[in-house]
């Protein structure tokens, strides 16, 4: 424990939440001390977010105590919260990306000067300059915030955070849209966060991250804390173990075996975006082949030229050996190619349509006779769907919204297996899911490819990357720069050609 860790910050106890039909949080007691950070982890539905929403002040508990400096506190609004010190970075941004970063920082809250109360636009500025030297951010306080990158706009939201004059800073899965660099960026702050007396809620899924970065571990399952790991306890291990009260012996599975049949074939293909490149691999009949590479190598660019999103410049395309020419997705899906696209909630659903219109919007053709849809046959489909693939929900006409992330992926999924796919390419399937959601999904994975599905599988998760193919192709600026059989793969590997190794 660090000097400024001598004194306890925040202390919960007994907090009890309800919702109609289930307890949220069930006497869950949560310490923090000065500059720690402390990371908060449990599979989708645990609880983890409905405590820390209670701390931030969009929830109030039914029961229990809060107590900051010692002092009992009532946080009954998000501006009681912050009045506090205590601020809530969210998992999605919420920046006004035609604004300049002061005005985002300073939104509702500017510096105002004289008789008119008018903004004083020096104050801003240099007041936005100081927030950022903290977090050693580098640009103008007048640069719009649309031009910076996904990195940079999540560092905007701890600036956001920090201009409050935060005590505790509460992270939501900060790094679910960053890479690889951009993630050590962030670490580097946070940890200089930690040093001048900030403490840090790390809400992850991802647990090669809470062990990197987190002095302690909170687990919650179920509702309540389930443990707690001290830095040198923390591992993968124990904290599945805590997360689902059982071991997970085997958490990659391997027990389809790829056939020397090719499915799916590109050669040559020019991507809009990179046309200096060509771009040519095989899948073979029930194989997984993922696709590695640093966030801009052009991954997804290449999984919408296969599914006919965008047209690709020249190449070819083959399935079973045979040209086809996709010029839409519908062309796509009409050969059996399916794409589960990266953001489910943006791309994948229609998050306000019930679980049922959700799985089987794609498939509507299927159950029409005469131009007049059977509804009692989709209804089956949905059902049988919701079974094979364990989604976890009340009905199948409540809302897909009200799902966990995890059971908001099946339904995707579930949508596109009711077209019985030949090629399925998964762009990022397990971001933003709990681990036991990701085994799920990997078990599914290896029960298509044993029915002879042919996989392309996108992922930024180096775990994952090394764990779930029979095969890894990396890219670098818009090519393939190489291919790693299972036994040649390795992190080391792996990094080495996605920054343009040989």
Not at 26 to 38: A, C, K, M, S, T
Not at 472 to 489: A, D, F, N, P, Y
Request: with cysteine; charged share 30%; glycine share 8%.
């Amino acid at each position: 424990m660090t000097e400024n860790q001598a004194a306890g910050l925040l202390e919960m106890r007994g907090i009890t939440k309800y919702f109609p039909g289930i307890k949220a949080l069930d006497q869950v007691d949560f310490d923090l001390e000065r500059g720690e950070i402390q990371a908060v982890i449990g599979e989708n539905g645990a609880g983890k977010s409905t405590l820390m929403k209670v701390l931030g002040g969009i929830h109030l508990p039914e029961m229990g105590t809060i107590r900051l400096d010692g002092r009992e506190v009532v946080i009954d609004s998000v501006q009681t919260a912050n009045k506090l010190g205590i601020s809530f970075v969210h998992q999605e941004l919420n920046l006004s990306d035609n604004l300049d970063i002061a005005t985002n920082l300073f939104l509702g809250r500017e510096p105002r000067d004289g008789f008119l109360q008018l903004i004083d636009r020096k104050k801003l500025y240099r007041d936005t300059e100081e927030v950022l030297q903290r977090i050693d951010l580098h640009c103008s306080p007048r640069l719009l915030v649309r031009d910076l990158t996904i990195g940079g706009q999540q560092m905007i939201e701890i600036a956001k955070a920090l201009s409050i004059a935060a005590k505790i800073l509460i992270m939501d899965e900060p790094t679910s849209s960053l890479s690889c660099s951009e993630s050590e960026r962030l670490f580097r702050v946070i940890r200089e966060l930690r040093s001048q007396g900030v403490s840090i809620i790390y809400i992850s899924h991802r647990l090669g991250e809470v062990k990197e970065v987190a002095d302690r571990a909170t687990v919650l399952r179920d509702g309540r804390v389930s443990g707690h790991l001290a830095k040198e306890e923390i591992s993968q291990e124990r904290l599945v173990k805590l997360m689902v009260g059982r071991d997970i012996e085997k958490f990659y599975h391997h027990e389809h075996e790829a056939s020397r049949k090719p499915v799916f074939e590109v050669r040559d293909l020019v991507v809009p975006e990179h046309p200096k490149e060509r771009i040519s691999f095989t899948i073979h009949e029930g194989e997984i082949v993922v696709l590695a590479g640093l966030v801009g190598a052009g991954r997804t660019e290449l999984a919408h030229a296969l599914f006919g999103i965008v047209k690709p410049l020249g190449g070819q395309i083959l399935l079973d050996e045979r040209p086809i020419r996709i010029g839409s997705p519908q062309d796509a899906m009409r050969a059996g190619i399916i794409l589960v696209p990266e953001d489910r909630k943006l791309h994948g659903l229609i998050m306000e349509m019930s679980v049922e219109a959700n799985i089987t919007l794609a498939s509507l053709d299927r159950y029409q006779k005469m131009k007049v849809i059977r509804l009692d046959a989709a209804r089956a489909v949905a059902r049988e769907m919701v079974g094979k693939l364990d989604v976890r929900l009340r009905s199948i006409d409540q809302q897909v919204e009200s799902l966990s992330g995890g059971n908001q992926q099946k339904v995707v999924l579930a949508k596109w297996l009711c077209l019985n796919p030949r090629v399925l390419l998964l762009d990022e399937p397990t971001r933003g899911i709990d681990v036991v959601a990701k085994e799920e999904i990997y078990r599914l994975m290896e029960r298509l490819a044993s029915q002879g599905v042919a996989i392309l599988a996108i992922s930024s998760e180096m775990q994952e990357v090394l764990g779930i193919g029979d095969r890894i192709l990396v890219m670098h600026e818009g090519r393939i720069c190489g291919e790693l059989t299972k036994e040649q793969s390795s992190e080391e590997a792996v990094v080495h050609l996605a920054t343009g190794g040989k």
